[in-house]
């Protein structure tokens, strides 16, 4: 389900209904309110950080255990600005903690409400800590790591993590029920984990596919657009090549053989586009094959 909130897009992931209909109807849903207001609290901080930053966010999708913002050309904010947003949500969340002292003490709200709204604020401080994608921890982790690698490849690495961590959750759901003991929260948290980290490998290709469409508008505009030429191994693939494309230029990327010395062919920007959409592993020597053999049969 999706709404339509100014420029925003705002989805309600499918199993998010479905677990407020069956705590309603199990009744084992009274920490469920304080702990999404919680993850409310903890988007907040990271929606208010990107006004400030000046930075356009797409769309939202809430979910059970968790929320995945895209923001426009991310891959492209300053590594500061990028943790700046990443730490704001769980300093929002280390706020609610602080807050629900002054609420309990005011007895503003119930006991158990004030104590679920805490932990739910305390889980999601520390485990976005975890140095893994898409955990604010890890995006703070990548606004470091770029300075080192690519964004794409610390990109993979960190959802790498988040994926290895998912799953350990899962697992400890499943070593709970061995124990006799049926605790579904960890499995929850770890599929959310495995799915988010799938949606943020995702949107590496789907940013710049977007951040071509901006460059078209802007050049269609403005009638000028810098055009940067870069040279690239023949057995790089589109994935990682991505990466080292800037959102503010139009490229034509010279593929060299693999040991870098003789010149295959060159590559426009529309043809990468089009291969990350349908073929993101290809190798860039592949592009040049597949560019000659579409000339001589024309």
Request: aromatic share 10%; proline share 4%; net charge positive.
């Amino acid at each position: 389900m999706s709404i339509r909130l100014g420029k925003i897009n705002l989805k309600i992931h499918v199993l998010l209904p479905v677990l407020w209909l069956f705590v309603w109807i199990t009744g084992a849903g009274s920490g469920l309110i304080p702990s999404f207001l919680a993850l409310m609290l903890h988007e907040t901080g990271h929606l208010l950080a990107a006004k400030h930053l000046k930075m356009q966010v797409e769309n939202i999708e809430i979910t059970p255990y968790g929320g995945v913002i895209g923001i426009t050309d991310m891959e492209n904010a300053a590594p500061l600005s990028s943790f700046i947003l990443a730490a704001a949500g769980p300093l929002f969340s280390l706020f609610g903690c602080l807050l629900t002292i002054l609420i309990a003490k005011w007895q503003m709200v119930s006991y158990a409400f004030a104590q679920g709204f805490a932990r739910g604020n305390l889980i999601l401080f520390i485990l976005n800590l975890f140095p893994a994608l898409p955990m604010d921890g890890g995006r703070m982790m990548r606004s470091i790591l770029v300075h080192y690698f690519p964004y794409s490849r610390a990109t993979k690495l960190l959802t790498g993590l988040g994926v290895i961590f998912g799953l350990f959750l899962c697992a400890l759901s499943f070593y709970f029920a061995l124990q006799g003991q049926i605790n579904l929260s960890p499995a929850f948290a770890g599929f959310y984990l495995i799915y988010a980290a799938a949606i943020e490998q995702k949107q590496g290709t789907m940013r710049y596919i977007s951040s071509l469409i901006a460059r078209r508008q802007r050049l269609e505009k403005n009638q000028i657009i810098p055009v940067e030429t870069i040279a690239a191994g023949g057995n790089m693939n589109i994935i990682s090549l991505l990466g080292s494309l800037s959102s503010g230029k139009y490229h034509r990327i010279i593929v060299l053989s693999d040991d870098g010395i003789k010149p295959l062919g060159m590559i426009e920007e529309e043809q990468i586009c089009n291969a990350a959409l349908q073929t993101p592993n290809t190798e860039l020597k592949l592009l040049i094959l597949s560019k000659e053999n579409g000339q001589a049969n024309a």
